[in-house]
């Protein structure tokens, strides 16, 4: 689960802590160099299974005493899978034991250009960048960085066949850890990337200001979270396709220790949060369009309870996209060009989730072999059945010509909504004008301006902050599914 949040945040910081695995015991340098080599085996170990669809592989590692410190080299990595991915060569640092059972990471060398290869061997791209400042503080005790600082520029990833280049100007990493007590580690790793363009083969072009994301992680317990996902890594190799493609069927003790992984991860952290940010985008990734700022984010807090929160955040600010249905006096009137949605559930069940999961596992269902399908069908059923509520933050949806801001409570029983919305629209006349004019080119204007003189018809009219016309509903929705605006019935309106 937790390995599958994000997958570009993921695989930086994974590129991070794989400078490091010092796990050394305080004896003499030789021993302490083949510790911190067995502690960088043991993680690339759990990073290497090749059945994935992104994995790590490499020839060799080589730790050895330098001075006061440690010279490690990591050589033939390669990120991919079935022989085609990306050959990283080798990887060097140097490790400084400090106090405390920690170690200062410092001068990273990367090969300046890397080839990415297909599965034939034949060369498909490149990737190259320039490191203009590396360092970092790992800790033995919590298995992760206290302080990481990585910086580069002039990154271009280039493919040959069919042709395209991304961009990068400047790009940055960081993390900061903090021990949670308990052998617990507080960790947020943060990327930014800068001045991002990108061309595909027909040479449409994407452009961002900026890129970045945030990852926070809370009460983690990185070491326990390894140790299982060792016991996972072991099951996968012994459970491989054969050569007819079909994997061994599973025994009962592996499919109890499956089941038992499963009880255990969502023990090892409290909750994170995540948020990927992008300023000044414009390109075929926003359809032909251009937005000054968008932001997601998601955030799971007691994961390790019987019931989580989750809260949900989605931002934009002046999206405009190059199409002609929407660039019309209707499509302005109707398209959010701007919006904050902050949605937070709560009730979560993540305990009975995982337990059924468990038990699936343990009884030998027909998806055995598949965990995380199962655990979705499983969530999705207990989400289905569990008595939700959701809590609506003030929230906005602004259109060229109308703004709606909303908020409230919900909460369901067996899957039932109900609750009560307060929503405050501002231009609803201007918008009924709109439409009303759009009648003779658009014929589904009529259903809408139906409908919308129907709302009006039940609103409470009002005078905004501004001085302008506002609109006010309160809706409530009771558990049998009948709903009231202000009041009055739906069905009456």
């Known amino acids: 689960m937790i390995d599958r949040l994000h997958p570009h945040l993921g695989a930086i910081a994974f590129a991070a802590l794989l ?144 042709k395209g280049t991304v961009t990068v100007a400047q790009a940055a990493l960081s993390a900061e850890g903090k021990d949670a007590g308990n052998g617990r580690l507080d960790e947020t790793v943060t990327y930014t990337l800068t001045d991002v363009a990108a061309t595909d083969p027909a040479g449409a072009p994407f452009k961002a200001a900026k890129l970045g994301g945030r990852l926070a992680l809370h009460d983690f317990d990185f070491p326990g979270y390894r140790a299982q996902m060792a016991k996972l890594h072991d099951l996968a190799r012994k459970y491989a396709a054969g050569g007819d493609g079909q994997p061994p069927a599973l025994t009962d003790a592996d499919r109890a220790e499956i089941a038992a992984v499963a009880r255990t991860l969502p023990k090892l952290i409290s909750g994170y949060d995540l948020s990927l940010v992008t300023d000044g985008a414009s390109g075929d990734i926003v359809s032909s369009g251009r937005v000054a700022h968008a932001e997601i984010g998601i955030a799971l807090a007691g994961i390790d309870g019987d019931a989580a929160s989750l809260r949900l955040r989605l931002k934009q600010d002046d999206l405009a996209v190059d199409d002609p249905d929407l660039n019309t006096p209707l499509g302005q009137a109707l398209f959010p060009k701007s919006l904050d949605l902050d949605f937070t559930f709560d009730q979560v069940p993540i305990a009975s989730a995982t337990e059924s999961l468990a038990q699936s596992m343990a009884s030998g269902g027909a998806m055995a072999q598949d965990p995380a399908s199962l655990f979705l069908m499983t969530m999705m059923s207990a989400l289905d059945a569990a008595p939700l509520s ?56 009529k259903d809408i301006l139906d409908a919308l003189h129907e709302i009006q018809g039940a609103a409470e009219h009002a005078t905004g902050a501004d001085g302008k016309p506002v609109d006010k509903f309160l809706l409530e929705l009771a558990p049998d599914g009948r709903m009231k605006v202000n009041g009055k019935p739906l069905n009456a309106l």
Do not use: C
């Open 19 to 162: 400078l490091t695995g010092a796990t050394a015991a305080e004896a003499g340098p030789q021993e302490d160099a083949e510790a911190i080599t067995r502690g960088i085996e043991g993680f690339l170990s759990l990073v290497s299974d090749q059945s994935q669809a992104v994995g790590v592989s490499h020839d060799k590692v080589n730790v050895t005493p330098d001075g006061s410190g440690f010279a490690v080299a990591i050589t033939g990595m390669r990120l991919g899978s079935g022989g085609a991915g990306l050959a990283l060569g080798e990887l060097d640092y140097r490790l400084e034991p400090q106090t405390d059972r920690t170690y200062k990471v410092g001068d990273l060398r990367l090969a300046h250009e890397m080839p990415a290869v297909g599965s034939d061997g034949k060369p498909l791209g490149t990737l190259s960048f320039e490191t203009t400042a590396f360092s970092g503080l790992w800790s033995s005790a919590l298995q992760s960085f206290l302080s990481l600082d990585w910086q580069a520029r002039n990154v271009v990833a280039t493919s040959f066949d069919p």
């Open 390 to 445: 959701l809590k609506i933050a003030p929230s906005v949806i602004e259109t060229a010509r109308g703004r709606f801001a909303f908020e409230g409570d919900l909460a369901s029983t067996n899957g039932m909504p109900f609750g009560k919305v307060d929503v405050t629209a501002t231009g609803l006349a201007e918008i009924a004008r709109t439409l009303d004019a759009a009648l003779k080119e658009d014929a589904w204007a």
